[in-house]
């Protein structure tokens, strides 16, 4: 994987260093292709449908929605948006699961993950709700140790808060772990906490091209730390 000028060097990368891999779902393991289309998309047509407006009026109002309660639990949460706007998303994500599907390269990073006797917990904003709908489709949650959603924990992973909660309930070593997420305020909360390791998802959907962050070391392709190599060389 080529390096790019725009992600900042990493540390060396040493496997023996690293007990618990913590990983974010949507857009690090799973294709974010499914949630930007549905709630940038398909959520916006049916809505649109429900309450007889033109597409673009309906998408402008649900992206205020969105942002009025971003970093909030109820940004992420299905039974609030069904209530919200009247249409049962929860019905709606069980409708289009066949979009649902692992990025590049994740399914053998777990698997990897697995033989190198990594403990390996999914952190995810997503709600429980969804969760079980992807975990169904996919068969994520036989993959790794454990998922744990924002609710359980109480906060948002953006949020400063999230990681001390999270810590307490995992029971994970800031200075033997690593992160790996596609948003860079959760890392960077993670950072402030003392995770030790952290990377960025440069490649969270498969149908946009990849965003390189200029705060962490980014790869595009999981795989490609497997191989131990220094971040800065990916």
Same mark, same amino acid.
């Given at each position: 994987?080529?390096?790019?000028?725009?992600?900042? #060097?990493?540390?060396?990368?040493?496997?023996?260093?690293?007990?618990?891999?913590?990983?974010?779902?949507? +857009?690090?393991?799973?294709? @974010? !292709?499914?949630?930007?289309?549905?709630? =940038?998309? =398909?959520?916006?047509?049916?809505?649109?449908?429900? =309450?007889?407006?033109?597409?673009?009026?309906?998408?402008?109002?649900?992206?205020?929605?969105?942002? *009025? /309660?971003?970093?909030?639990?109820?940004?992420?949460?299905?039974?609030?948006?069904? %209530?919200? /706007?009247?249409?049962?998303?929860?019905?709606? !994500?069980?409708?289009?699961?066949?979009?649902?599907?692992?990025? #590049?390269?994740?399914? +053998?990073?777990?698997?990897?993950?697995?033989?190198?006797?990594?403990?390996?917990?999914?952190?995810?904003?997503? !709600? @429980?709700?969804?969760?079980?709908?992807?975990?169904?489709?996919?068969?994520? $949650?036989?993959?790794?140790? @454990?998922?744990?959603?924002?609710?359980?924990?109480?906060?948002?992973?953006?949020?400063?808060?999230?990681?001390?909660?999270?810590?307490?309930?995992?029971?994970?070593?800031?200075?033997? *772990?690593?992160?790996?997420?596609? $948003?860079?305020?959760?890392?960077?909360?993670?950072?402030?906490?003392?995770?030790?390791?952290?990377? !960025?998802?440069?490649?969270?959907?498969?149908?946009? #091209? #990849?965003?390189?962050?200029?705060?962490?070391?980014?790869?595009?392709?999981?795989? /490609?730390?497997?191989?131990? %190599?220094?971040?800065?060389?990916?």
């Amino acid at each position: 994987m080529a390096s790019h000028p725009s992600s900042p #060097p990493g540390p060396p990368l040493s496997w023996n260093d690293i007990d618990d891999v913590l990983l974010d779902m949507d +857009g690090t393991l799973l294709d @974010r !292709h499914f949630d930007n289309f549905f709630f =940038e998309e =398909e959520l916006p047509r049916r809505y649109a449908l429900a =309450e007889n407006m033109p597409f673009d009026e309906s998408r402008r109002r649900l992206m205020a929605m969105y942002r *009025s /309660v971003e970093d909030e639990l109820a940004w992420t949460d299905l039974h609030y948006w069904t %209530q919200r /706007v009247g249409i049962d998303v929860v019905e709606m !994500h069980r409708e289009l699961d066949h979009m649902i599907g692992f990025l #590049p390269g994740a399914a +053998g990073f777990l698997s990897a993950l697995k033989d190198r006797k990594k403990r390996v917990t999914i952190l995810t904003n997503a !709600h @429980r709700a969804g969760v079980a709908i992807k975990t169904a489709k996919t068969g994520l $949650d036989l993959q790794v140790d @454990r998922i744990v959603d924002a609710f359980e924990v109480g906060y948002l992973k953006m949020r400063l808060e999230y990681w001390p909660a999270c810590q307490r309930l995992v029971g994970f070593e800031p200075n033997r *772990s690593m992160y790996i997420d596609d $948003d860079e305020r959760c890392l960077a909360a993670a950072k402030r906490f003392g995770i030790a390791h952290l990377i !960025h998802s440069a490649k969270s959907s498969t149908r946009l #091209p #990849p965003e390189f962050s200029t705060l962490f070391p980014s790869v595009e392709n999981l795989s /490609v730390l497997l191989n131990g %190599q220094s971040p800065r060389a990916l």
